[in-house]
């Protein structure tokens, strides 16, 4: 077999150990938030037939799929199938390939629900914690393979859901020691505005130009509009509704400290036309279930705010949009989500109301990293290192560790007797173990360890049993004084 | 968007929630026995480069590889570089895909330690439970995307290794409440018996028969060794070395009754020939290194049989071989494992001694299964469902709720109030929840609770105080006496 210099695919990644044990420190606090509220895990194929992906994500989604070639000899298949000169025909795709990898958690999640809909108890609320994949231009900050965690409830309109997702989101990031804003907003408050605009069937077109509000400014959003075909006289009826001559006062993120959120929505009564639009109304409603219960769902670092221009961009959205940014860190949006009314049609069970939201982790961790909140002890796996000098002490070895282990002192004995001591201490600085133990033949014979702490050089004998009480108290401490 | 009957791809699985529980459970036992060793973990991607995959599994693994798309117009390329009237150059499998799907977790494992072998510590412990993809045909019990938890350790030539996997797998399978025995070979003694057979290069052939022993006994292993081209002399040769006109002495799987591992080992040293070969007694006095301390490696639950059969099909083990089965049920080996001296070298860095094992996730499950051995809180996600009979008792749900999740007390308010009392107790007892919580008016003006215990149907009224300390006993009872 020829050498060969191996290397990954571009916009994929290797986890090593520490990365790892950082990933898994926020995986495990998002895991036991959810199961805390009662949502249960589902985990779905990475593989799925390109028929449940296919047309779920537009004409760009599909393009993006990463798709499997068929097993077996395709390409006799093909050329039965295809006259070989009539090179346009090769894209009847499902002659070389019927599965791709799993673009999101959320189609999978539909499809598992329909599936499995006569077994499945109502409401339902899973999570979801696996990657997905993209074929998307690799770039800085954006994999082709990365997590989503999700968790969703289907089968319930109560809006006691939406209480319970900003809670779950308030208890991760309270955990983390992440301060964030929460924002909100309903999707039928924005389909109200293209109503009484006059324009219900341009709602897309709007959202996103309003969507795009925070970067790109009110000119930014004039703009827009004109290229999409709005105009001037549209585009000054959407401004005059939707900024009411005053952007401090009705846009949500910009208005926060002027103004609560029960007094933004309060503002959106008095707008000519909302008594005639029906679902504005039931878009202002369902706010006021949330914003009413604002106080029980605010702690010390987490805000909530009203942003009339969050849409998200996603179309199947139907109420409540979430989304939250760090307010330390500016990177985006760290968490996203909101409510669907239709997921599982496409897929034959039509009128099962969702809600749900998904973490980004990658996100999540570069916050964590730029603020250096991961914890000391959230890195560190072995505690101790034992160094025993010949065979004889490594027996010994072999038996302290065997005790230590029973105590749950993560405890490795570095194997190699030949290799010099200076290397073995290295080993364990580099693995940041933060004790190690040397037993040779003075230790052996007065049944003693010595023990050195890896940080402050300080070095001790002690009897087993001492040093499983000491060790005991000491990884406590270690602990607590972790950076 | 046409209505489609969804389906998942052949070979692969959903888990739904309690599937998840009961595989977490397994998993979680795994890795934190795996750290308790100083293993670390690494996760590697899904994806890796044809290049890295093709060629080191065989030819038939080759076939058995998922290979991916490339993105963009694979089709147009391929125009481009092929004669489309030349089918057979259509397996020029570049121009249409550069990437699959994992097929186990060492290659990419030594995949990462090459690319890596500057900032690595070694010896470096790693693990790794991610799932792995083959395009196997699938039957029961065979999938096509499972898990493997691999640990291994490279970097080391010390036995000790050894020693500590083997107390891994104790730990692991006393945790699990499974019985098992740990078979334990060695590549060398099987070259040794290939050299002094005078066959040294047709150690491969000799062993895979030999492997056999177990399913077609000594006349299939004969039947086999002449298929392959063996003559009556070399067949003869072979049984009088292995079997020794004893089957029963020296076969370990079958002497165990009769004889200590020590002796079987020291019964190989008495074979004509023994002492002319060097790799031969190399062996033996590896395995005389593992059984001298057998007696600190075997707990109540594990039995350790040296069985001289055990090659594991396994071409690049070159010590050690390890494999366990069930003493309960019988379903093949649910863990496999070896030494290997150099996995590293097609990837460029030759020498790099390691030694691994790979626990079988989902024969596992299916021993545990038919134990009856999943503890009933590995199952149950929720603990409380507090059913609120108006709005107003809702908003005391939510206050009660945060209380009891302060506590670490699982907890779910049934969403829709609308919804009939039957059916939200129906909600608890599929979900396997406990205790259900009803709030009335009553309740309410008397800032009580009124608690059911599910399973007895006992129910009484409480505060939310006396609520919690009950709760805390009773979960912790209810964990006692889960079935």
Same mark, same amino acid.
């Given at each position: 077999?020829?050498?060969?210099?191996?290397?990954?695919?571009?916009?994929?990644?290797?986890?090593?150990?520490?990365?790892?044990?950082?990933?898994?420190?926020?995986?495990?606090?998002?895991?036991?938030?959810?199961?805390?509220?009662?949502?249960?895990?589902?985990?779905?194929?990475?593989?799925?037939?390109?028929?449940?992906?296919?047309?779920?994500?537009?004409?760009?989604?599909?393009?993006?799929?990463?798709?499997?070639?068929?097993?077996?000899?395709w390409?006799?298949?093909?050329?039965?199938?295809?006259?070989?000169?009539?090179?346009?025909?090769?894209?009847?795709?499902?002659?070389?390939?019927?599965?791709?990898?799993?673009?999101?958690?959320?189609?999978?999640?539909?499809?598992?629900v329909?599936?499995?809909?006569?077994?499945?108890?109502?409401?339902?609320?899973?999570?979801?914690?696996?990657?997905?994949?993209?074929?998307?231009?690799?770039?800085?900050?954006?994999?082709?393979?990365?997590?989503?965690?999700?968790?969703?409830?289907?089968?319930?309109?109560?809006?006691?859901?939406?209480?319970?997702?900003?809670?779950?989101?308030?208890?991760?990031?309270?955990?983390?020691?992440?301060?964030?804003?929460?924002?909100?907003n309903?999707?039928?408050?924005?389909?109200?505005?293209?109503?009484?605009?006059?324009?219900?069937?341009?709602?897309?077109?709007?959202?996103?130009?309003?969507?795009?509000?925070?970067?790109?400014?009110?000119?930014?959003?004039?703009?827009?509009?004109?290229?999409? %075909?709005f105009?001037? $006289?549209?585009?000054?009826? =959407? &401004?005059?509704?939707?900024? !009411?001559?005053?952007?401090? /006062?009705? +846009? #949500?993120?910009?208005?926060?400290k002027?103004?609560?959120?029960?007094?933004?929505?309060?503002?959106?009564?008095?707008?000519?036309?909302?008594?005639?639009?029906?679902?504005?109304?039931?878009?202002?409603?369902?706010?006021?279930?949330?914003?009413?219960?604002?106080?029980?769902?605010?702690?010390?670092?987490?805000?909530?705010?009203?942003?009339?221009?969050?849409a998200?961009?996603?179309?199947?959205?139907?109420?409540?949009?979430?989304?939250?940014?760090?307010?330390?860190?500016?990177?985006?949006?760290?968490?996203? %989500?909101?409510?669907? $009314?239709?997921?599982?049609? =496409? &897929?034959?069970?039509?009128? !099962?109301?969702?809600?749900g /939201?998904? +973490? #980004?982790?990658?996100?999540?961790?570069?916050?964590?990293?730029?603020?250096?909140?991961?914890?000391?002890?959230?890195?560190?796996?072995?505690?101790?290192?034992?160094?025993?000098?010949?065979?004889?002490?490594?027996?010994?070895?072999?038996?302290?560790?065997?005790?230590?282990?029973?105590?749950?002192?993560?405890?490795?004995?570095?194997?190699?007797?030949?290799?010099?001591?200076?290397?073995?201490?290295?080993?364990?600085?580099?693995?940041?173990?933060?004790?190690?133990?040397?037993?040779?033949?003075?230790?052996?014979?007065?049944?003693?360890?010595?023990?050195k702490?890896?940080?402050?050089?300080?070095?001790?004998?002690?009897?087993i049993?001492?040093?499983?009480?000491e060790?005991?108290n000491?990884?406590?401490s270690?602990?607590?004084?972790?950076?």
């Open positions: 077999m020829s050498k060969q210099k191996p290397s990954i695919p571009s916009g994929t990644r290797d986890f090593g150990p520490v990365e790892v044990a950082k990933r898994n420190y926020i995986i495990n606090i998002i895991r036991s938030v959810y199961e805390l509220y009662g949502y249960q895990p589902l985990e779905t194929p990475v593989m799925e037939n390109l028929s449940t992906l296919m047309g779920k994500y537009g004409a760009e989604g599909d393009k993006l799929l990463f798709k499997i070639l068929n097993s077996g000899d390409a006799i298949e093909l050329k039965k199938k295809i006259n070989a000169a009539s090179i346009s025909q090769y894209n009847d795709l499902i002659l070389v390939s019927e599965k791709g990898l799993r673009y999101d958690l959320t189609v999978p999640f539909a499809r598992y329909v599936m499995n809909q006569n077994e499945i108890t109502f409401p339902f609320k899973r999570y979801q914690i696996q990657p997905v994949w993209r074929a998307d231009r690799p770039q800085k900050g954006r994999y082709r393979e990365f997590y989503q965690c999700d968790a969703d409830v289907i089968g319930s309109n109560s809006l006691l859901n939406e209480i319970e997702l900003i809670q779950i989101i308030s208890d991760v990031f309270s955990k983390l020691n992440i301060h964030i804003t929460i924002k909100l309903n999707r039928k408050i924005l389909n109200g505005i293209a109503e009484i605009t006059g324009m219900p069937d341009r709602i897309i077109d709007i959202t996103i130009a309003v969507d795009k509000y925070d970067k790109i400014g009110s000119d930014g959003v004039k703009e827009e509009l004109k290229q999409k %075909g105009n001037d $006289d549209s585009i000054k009826k =959407i &401004f005059e509704i939707i900024l !009411m001559h005053n952007e401090r /006062i009705l +846009f #949500g993120g910009l208005a926060a002027d103004s609560s959120n029960i007094n933004n929505l309060n503002f959106l009564k008095s707008i000519d036309g909302y008594a005639n639009s029906n679902i504005f109304q039931k878009g202002v409603e369902e706010m006021d279930y949330i914003f009413e219960r604002e106080n029980d769902l605010i702690s010390n670092n987490v805000k909530i705010k009203f942003d009339i221009t969050l998200r961009g996603l179309n199947y959205y139907t109420g409540t949009i979430f989304e939250v940014v760090s307010n330390d860190v500016k990177i985006g949006s760290i968490l996203g %989500g909101g409510r669907y $009314d239709d997921l599982t049609g =496409i &897929f034959g069970l039509p009128n !099962m109301s969702g809600v /939201i998904s +973490f #980004g982790l990658d996100r999540i961790y570069d916050v964590l990293t730029e603020l250096n909140l991961f914890p000391e002890n959230a890195i560190t796996v072995t505690t101790v290192l034992i160094i025993p000098f010949d065979t004889e002490c490594e027996n010994k070895a072999i038996e302290y560790a065997t005790q230590l282990r029973r105590e749950n002192i993560s405890t490795e004995i570095y194997p190699d007797l030949q290799v010099k001591i200076g290397k073995k201490f290295k080993y364990a600085d580099d693995k940041n173990i933060p004790f190690a133990i040397v037993i040779g033949s003075d230790e052996l014979k007065n049944n003693l360890v010595s023990i702490n890896m940080k402050s050089g300080e070095q001790k004998q002690l009897t049993e001492e040093l499983i009480t060790l005991n000491d990884i406590k270690y602990s607590d004084f972790s950076e």
